[in-house]
Structure formats: C-alpha cells, structure tokens
C-alpha cells in the first residue's frame, strides 16, 4: 500500500509550510487527486490519520478534490473531459488524444492552520507536490 507513503510525504510537506507560518495547529490540508494518479482516495485517507498521529497534523482533516481526466483534441482544438479513464478519444468528435492535459496531479492545495493571534485559520496554497509514486517536491 504506497499510500501510507504518500500519506507521510504530505503530513511532511504540510508540516514543514506550516511550522514556517508560525502555525500552532493544522485543521485540514487540501489535495489534488488526479483519476490517474495511481491512488486509492479511501487508502490515503486511512493512512492520512495514520501519519498524523504524534505530529502537528493531528486531528486535521484531509480535503480531497479529484480531478478527472482532460485530454487536448487536436481535431475540436480544445480541451475536453474524458468520460472514462478506458478510452483516450475525445467525447465529442471520437478522434483518439494521448495529450494528457490533467489527470495525474496529486499535490496540496492548500492548508488551512491556527496561528497564535489569529482569529480564524488561515489557509496557505502551493505548499508542495507529491507525486504518484510518493516522492515529494518542495514549490
């Protein structure tokens, strides 16, 4: 289960963007999930509360947002949503794409943190990327 992996890399990412914001506690951390990004949404957000545990992330929530599949069709000259991750033709015009526009991305959005002084979280974006084999990449 690389999930666990990629659970770890982001409570690391998170951590790390928060403690340099002076944050005292983290309250949720926002992802992207691509459909084919390789990751089963349920194993990371088990093994999301797995990797909080002990650490500033704890008894945050991990909002995920999942993107499709977007492929650019050269013959409508525009971007299009594949229906189904089986099939690589545009939906429109059936003509076959293998440029792939969104469909792979797993990385934070953005986290929401409590900060000393602060009346309300504040949110932080673009903190990292992580990618589908779990390695992390620092924006």
């Known amino acids: 289960m690389h999930e666990l992996s990629i659970a770890y890399s982001l409570v690391d990412l998170a951590s790390q963007s928060a403690i340099e914001a002076g944050a005292t506690r983290v309250n ?3 992802v992207r999930l691509g459909a ?17 545990a002990g650490t500033l992330l704890e008894g945050s929530t991990l909002v995920v947002k999942e993107l499709p599949v977007r492929v650019y069709c050269a013959a409508c000259d525009m971007e299009v949503e594949l229906p189904s991750v089986q099939r690589f033709c545009c939906p429109r015009c ?3 794409s293998g ?5 792979r991305e ?6 929401e943190i409590d900060v000393p002084g602060d009346v309300k979280g504040e949110e932080h974006g673009n903190t ?7 390695d992390s990449e620092q924006k």
Do not use: N
Not at 106 to 111: G, K, N, S, V, W
């Open 36 to 52: 084919l990004a390789g990751v089963v949404r349920g194993a990371l957000e088990f093994s999301y509360e797995i990797a909080c």
């Open 94 to 96: 059936d003509t076959p």
């Open 106 to 111: 797993l990385d934070i959005e953005a986290i």
């Open 128 to 134: 990292g990327a992580t990618d589908s084999q779990g």
């Open 28 to 30: 949720s951390v926002h």
């Open 99 to 103: 440029d792939l526009r969104q469909g």
